[in-house]
């Protein structure tokens, strides 16, 4: 199942007739929504093999939508897996938590897990798999984690692609989450607000980029929430700050007393989640690969950076599948 050699590079995503390709995909995709136990609609997309296969199911991260993964998704695609990805409440497709549509909130982390249970038992799991596995990057990875420690008995491995086991603080975290908890206090009836200096979502340059070294990729990504700017998503708000430390802290112990075999992919330029966190997640079936000179998007990375991110990531997923998957 695993060919290295057909994954996308960036002499293809320049090339006019290999877009073609893609978009001739995407078409076979669908994308559809479900409704939250709250009422929120949740967007997803999925693509199924012809045939009965094993299946990814895609947890991206802060900010994100699964449109962001064209690329991943087809390269997912051509490795022999079907694939299932949502946009997490609040984010990229689906539905907001609040007027202003670029604040980036959750009342509780718990609802994102809740949200992926519901995806996986009413869309995934509607479908015949042979078996299924879990890739995510930064938040997603957080999620996911949380999420197969409690209800990942179906899956046979993960692999999460800088996961948010910690996150980079401007200050030491004695400091910023009694800050957080002060700034968070809104009167009955407000609305959530910005973490400090937190704002609207903004354009950042390549030159003062922290997500990747691939100029292609970058500006690929950036185009995207230019001509949709539906997806577009700032600073969080306080609460998200506050249920993200703790989430973030819960999901490093459950990788680490995993059941299920773990590989995390550590960007060792990542200024956005805190490494040494995943480091302290190794141990069990929890193993660790640093990708050198990677910043945080190891999946828009440049080749070099990518390929071998996902090489890993289907070599360890085929010594965990079964034969006739």
């Known amino acids: 199942m695993f060919t290295p050699s057909s994954f996308t590079t960036e002499a293809q995503l320049a090339d006019p007739d290999y877009l073609l390709q893609l978009a001739a995909f995407w078409q076979r995709v669908e994308q559809g929504a479900i409704t939250s136990h709250d009422g929120l609609r949740l967007n997803y997309c999925a693509v199924r093999q012809p045939h009965r296969a094993p299946a990814i199911v895609f947890c ?17 695609y051509q490795q022999g897996f079907s694939i299932y990805a949502m946009d997490h409440r609040g984010q990229g497709l689906s539905e907001r938590l609040g007027p202003d549509h670029h604040l980036g909130h959750v009342d509780q982390f718990d609802d994102y897990i809740q949200d992926l249970y519901q995806f996986v038992q009413t869309v995934v799991m509607a479908d015949r798999h042979s078996q299924l596995v879990m890739l995510g990057h930064s938040m997603g990875g957080a999620i996911g984690t949380l999420y197969l420690q409690q209800y990942g008995h179906a899956f046979a491995a993960a692999a999460f692609s800088a996961p948010m086991y910690g996150i980079q603080l401007p200050a030491p975290a004695f400091i910023i989450k009694p800050l957080a908890g002060w700034l968070n206090q809104v009167p009955k009836g407000g609305q959530p607000n910005y973490v400090l200096t937190g704002k609207g979502y903004q354009d950042v340059p390549f030159a003062d980029n922290e997500l990747s070294h691939s100029t292609l990729r970058y500006h690929r990504y950036r185009e995207l929430y230019q001509q949709r700017p539906e997806l577009q998503l700032g600073s969080p708000s306080n609460q998200w700050l506050l249920q993200a430390l703790q989430g973030a802290t819960a999901a490093q112990l459950a990788a680490r ?5 773990l590989l995390v992919l550590q960007a060792s330029d990542d200024t956005i989640v805190d490494i040494a966190a995943q480091t302290r997640a190794q141990g069990g079936l929890c193993q660790l690969l640093v990708i050198g000179g990677a910043r945080h998007e190891i999946f828009i990375e440049t080749d070099e950076r990518r390929q071998q991110g996902l090489a890993a990531v289907f070599e360890f997923f085929a010594n965990h599948l079964h034969d006739d998957a």
């Not at 939508?65 to 064209?70: D, E, G, T």
């Not at 007393?257 to 075999?261: E, R, W």
């Open 60 to 76: 991206s991260g802060r900010v994100e939508s699964y449109l962001k993964y064209q690329e991943l998704i087809h390269d997912c």
């Open 257 to 261: 007393n995993s059941t299920i075999p």
